[in-house]
Each structure stands twice: as C-alpha cells, then as structure tokens.
C-alpha cells in the first residue's frame, strides 16, 4: 500500500487545518490507521490512531480534544482534524496502517506515508 498525506501547511496558533491520507495499492478498509509526528530534532511520536471501522480512537494526552481523526474507506482516505493548534504541534505528521495484530491500540504499524510538514506560529 502506499500512504500519501496532504494538507499541512503554515497556520497560526489557536487555528485550524485537516490533514489527509490516501492509500491506493490495497484497501485500508480491514486496518487500523494512525498518525505520527517528528518535531525538528525530536524522535518521530505517536499521535493517534482510528479502528478499522471508525468507531474507537485513541490519542496521545497533549491532542486529546483537539484532534479528531476520521476515515472513509470508500475513499480510502483517512483524515486528522487538527483544532486550537499551538507551537508545540509544529513537525511533520505521517500517516501508518497498523499491522493486522490483536490488541488495542495497534503497537506495530508497517507502511509509511512520506509525510506532511505543519508549521504553527504564535
């Protein structure tokens, strides 16, 4: 599968954007899909992450209720809304699809999108 992301861009603190992923290759519809970010000299963290159906979510603390992820699997697409965003969510954000393993949430993800760069000005 490939993971293509889009929709970053330069905003300002306390603004808004949605960031996208579109898979082509293979169906995302039976995965887990989640989001990361690297921060300049920072590892690359977890942001969150949506169940194959859409109906269970998780987050890292410093997002939880202002970030929402959602998918349309008819599209192959899954979405990050990113609200009330501040300095500290500046990185580049990638999309994974989540290794077909038991347990929740997924730990291992196995494809890789390249990434979309946000940048949050206060």
């Known amino acids: 599968v490939q993971l293509v992301e889009s929709g970053g861009g330069l905003v300002q603190a306390g603004g808004s954007l949605r960031l996208s992923c579109v898979a082509s290759?293979?169906?995302?519809?039976?995965?887990?899909m989640g989001w990361f970010r690297q921060a300049p000299g920072k590892e690359r963290e977890f942001v969150g992450v949506?169940?194959?159906?859409?109906?269970?979510?998780h987050f890292i603390e410093s997002v939880e209720g202002r970030f929402a992820i959602s998918r349309d699997n008819a599209k192959n697409t899954v979405y990050l809304q990113m609200n009330s965003l501040k300095p500290e969510d500046t990185a580049i954000y990638y999309c994974?699809?989540?290794?077909?393993?038991?347990?929740?949430?997924?730990?291992?993800?196995?494809?890789w999108g390249q990434g979309t760069q946000v940048i949050v000005t206060s």
């Open positions: 994974a699809r989540a290794s077909l393993l038991p347990g929740w949430p997924p730990t291992r993800y196995d494809s």
């Open positions: 290759g293979r169906s995302i519809t039976d995965f887990a």
């Open positions: 949506i169940s194959w159906g859409g109906s269970s979510t």
